[in-house]
């Protein structure tokens, strides 16, 4: 079964402080990770994927096999970061094409002025 | 450009009432969909998912049903609703092996 931990229900950060937002996961073989995000009144969106080693809005995230983590990071916070981070595994084929996206409890981050 | 409709946004029930929450797709044909519930606490739980017109997938067992009646709509259904049915629903579709899921806006469900 695949799973995925976010440990942290709310982070509150200063501004221009470093961010790093947590994601585990559980899965036998080997996953595709996700981080989605939600801005206020806004509709859930794909932030970035591992697989695709980039960068957006200033934000990473590596995947280290070994501690099975997926861990959003951004040197410095700005205001309008202020949002709901989901990590999410595909950790395998849907019958007949789709592919099962398995999402953690999320993680709300406040940025704070 | 690709858009992703539901309806309706909010909606109280009470129990033991039917359920239909509606879902279309626009600007995309032979889209996978998909409906998540988010329960307080709890990450987006797949429901069920869909590869074609009238190819339903549930995920978990429950007390709803989905259908695909046409190949841009997905409908969430339920005959008796429970208390437990009460959460977010979110549709998403995703190109045919795409990870990448765009949501639409939500429904959120309250049953008395």
């Known amino acids: 079964a695949q799973r995925v931990t976010q440990p942290e229900k709310l982070l509150s950060v200063f501004k221009g402080a470093p961010v790093e937002l947590k994601c585990n996961y559980s899965?036998?073989?080997?996953?595709?990770l996700f981080w989605y995000v939600q801005y206020s009144r806004q509709r859930l969106q794909l932030l970035l994927r591992h697989i695709s080693r980039e960068s957006i809005k200033g934000f990473t995230a590596d995947l280290n096999k070994g501690e099975t983590s997926f861990h959003l990071k951004k040197p410095f916070a700005q205001e309008e970061d202020s949002a709901m981070y989901y990590c999410a595994l595909s950790g395998g084929g849907l019958t007949g094409g789709g592919n099962k996206l398995t999402f953690g409890t999320g993680t709300q981050l406040k940025v704070e002025l | 450009s690709q858009t992703i409709h539901q309806w309706p946004a909010t909606l109280v029930q009470p129990v033991g009432s039917p359920l239909s929450l509606e879902c279309t797709v626009e600007?995309?044909?032979?889209?996978?969909l998909y409906w998540y519930r988010q329960a307080a606490g709890r990450g987006l739980q797949l429901l069920f998912y869909?590869?074609?017109?009238?190819?339903i997938s549930s995920e978990v067992p429950q007390n709803l049903s989905a259908s695909r009646p046409q190949d841009r709509q997905f409908i969430l259904s339920s005959k008796k609703l429970l208390l437990s049915d009460s959460g977010f629903y979110l549709c998403?579709?995703?190109?045919?092996?795409?990870?990448?899921?765009?949501f639409g806006p939500g429904t959120r469900l309250t049953v008395t």
């Open positions: 869909s590869v074609g017109i009238g190819q």
């Open positions: 899965y036998s073989g080997s996953p595709e």
């Open positions: 600007g995309t044909s032979n889209p996978n």
């Open positions: 998403a579709w995703s190109v045919v092996g795409s990870d990448n899921l765009y």
